[in-house]
Nanobody, 116 residues
Framework: QVQLVESGGGLVQPGGSLRLSCVAS????????IDWFRQAPGEEREGVSC????????VYADSVKGRFTISRGSAKNTVYLHRNSLKPEDTAVYYC?????????WGKGTLVTVSS
């Protein structure tokens, strides 16, 4: 059974940092493109960052460029989203998505709240 689980969310003060993890089971994550999305209260889901499967090409949304870093873990089944200089507007549920050749898998999300 394929499963994606996000973790690392929580409460953080503005300017702080958090690392989110996306761990896959039943899925060779290194063969999939991985996207991080987020959905703030009352807002539509938006793409935050993406890392491709083979070449490792990376894309960031303008709103997080320079503050967020996506990377693959050495364990092959993990992808991270390192987030620095967090702002209140980064408050959202963060989701990871694995996709390849029309196959699409989602985690249930992890809540990040940026507040003093």
């Amino acid at each position: 059974q394929v499963q994606l689980v996000e973790s690392g969310g929580g409460l953080v003060q503005p300017g702080g940092s958090l690392r989110l993890s996306c761990v896959a089971s039943g899925l060779p994550l290194d063969y999939y493109a991985i996207d991080w999305f987020r959905q703030a209260p009352g807002e539509e889901r938006e793409g935050v960052s993406c890392i491709s499967d083979s070449e490792g090409s990376i894309v960031y949304a303008d709103s997080v460029k320079g503050r967020f870093t996506i990377s693959r873990g050495s364990a092959k089944n993990t992808v991270y989203l390192h987030r620095n200089s967090l702002k209140p507007e980064d408050t959202a549920v963060y989701y990871c998505n694995a996709n390849r050749d029309g196959w699409d898998y989602w985690g249930k999300g992890t809540l990040v709240t940026v507040s003093s």
